[in-house]
């Protein structure tokens, strides 16, 4: 059994968009029934003798820029010693249908490295970026799917950049449904290609796993 990068006694933050959410604030309130809750459920039969206390405050529909928001009250408030930061979908979806308010690659690389360097200087915790992902395999060049596929490495790369620049751990979540969707079909993991079933999100939580060992 690898170590746990959650030590004794600490607090685990996840904010990001509906796939964090995942009804934390409704009927499965207060960890959502994603795989914020899955995750911590792996962690809690693996290390059973750690109290770790844990924060959904993933809010659907939000973009990059809604974090910036809230960014105060739903991180920085909590203090908390481990973040778990997951966005981008809506953010390139915005931008690639031209809705107001839109999040180009541009102005998320840019919102991003605010809150991260927001987060070092009045926390310096230790924190884990999820990448965005999209479960689809249409290259076509002729849909919003093969579109969304075409734009999303944009928003990847502000990603992969941040962690090497603040020194996180990585979940590359697009990387590994892209590689489970040469196995499996698309409706194995997710209805449509943005929110997974519970198999998508045992994906998700099981690369949480790994990248928070060791």
């Known amino acids: 059994m690898g170590a746990l990068w959650i030590e004794d006694g600490q607090q685990l933050l996840f904010i990001g968009d509906s796939i964090t959410d995942c009804g934390r604030r409704g009927g499965e309130a207060p960890l959502g029934n994603g795989y914020v809750r899955i995750f911590t459920e792996m962690v809690t039969a693996r290390w059973p003798e750690r109290r770790i206390s844990y924060i959904n405050k993933g809010i659907g529909g939000n973009r990059i820029t809604d974090l910036k928001e809230r960014w105060r009250d739903d991180v920085l ?10 966005i981008g979908i809506n953010d390139l979806h915005s931008h690639l249908r031209g809705a107001e308010g839109g999040v ?27 990448t965005p992902f999209y479960i689809s395999t249409d290259r ?29 751990r990585l979940v590359r979540l697009h990387e590994r449904f892209q590689e489970q969707l040469k196995y499996q079909d698309a409706d194995t993991f997710c209805p449509e290609p943005v929110h997974p079933n519970h198999t998508g999100h045992l994906v998700i939580a099981q690369a949480l796993l790994e990248a928070l060992e060791g």
């Open 77 to 86: 408030y909590h203090r908390p010693q481990i973040l778990s930061l997951k």
């Open 104 to 130: 180009s690659p541009e102005l998320f690389a840019r919102t991003y490295a605010e809150l991260m360097e927001l987060t070092r200087r009045e926390l310096n915790c230790k924190v884990v970026l999820l």
């Open 140 to 168: 076509s060049g002729q849909t919003f799917r093969s579109q969304v596929l075409d734009l999303i490495p944009r928003y990847l790369d502000t990603v992969e950049k941040m962690s090497v620049q603040y020194g996180t």
